[in-house]
């Protein structure tokens, strides 16, 4: 399953990269995309795990960019 979210506060292209490089690591984490220029999120993850992904995809953001906030 794909979801899109939009990105607010998400500051620098290099933040970005190094958000989705760690996205990727997270268990149950298909794939990931992090774009500065659109300020969206894409996550492939199955249905029954998003809400724990998506847990750990903010606690992961938190630690690389803590004004970023996941809008959903």
């Known amino acids: 399953m794909k979801k899109i979210y939009k990105l607010e ?3 620098c292209a290099n933040c970005a990269a190094k958000i989705e490089a ?3 690591e997270i268990e149950g984490v298909s794939g990931a995309s992090v774009s500065f220029m659109t300020q ?3 996550i492939e993850t199955e249905p029954e795990i998003l809400d724990a992904v998506m ?3 903010r606690k992961t953001m938190n630690k ?3 004004d970023c906030e996941i809008i959903f």
């Open 9 to 11: 506060n998400l500051d």
């Open 22 to 24: 760690a996205i990727k």
């Open 40 to 42: 969206k999120l894409v």
């Open 55 to 57: 847990a750990e995809v």
């Open 64 to 66: 690389i960019e803590p």
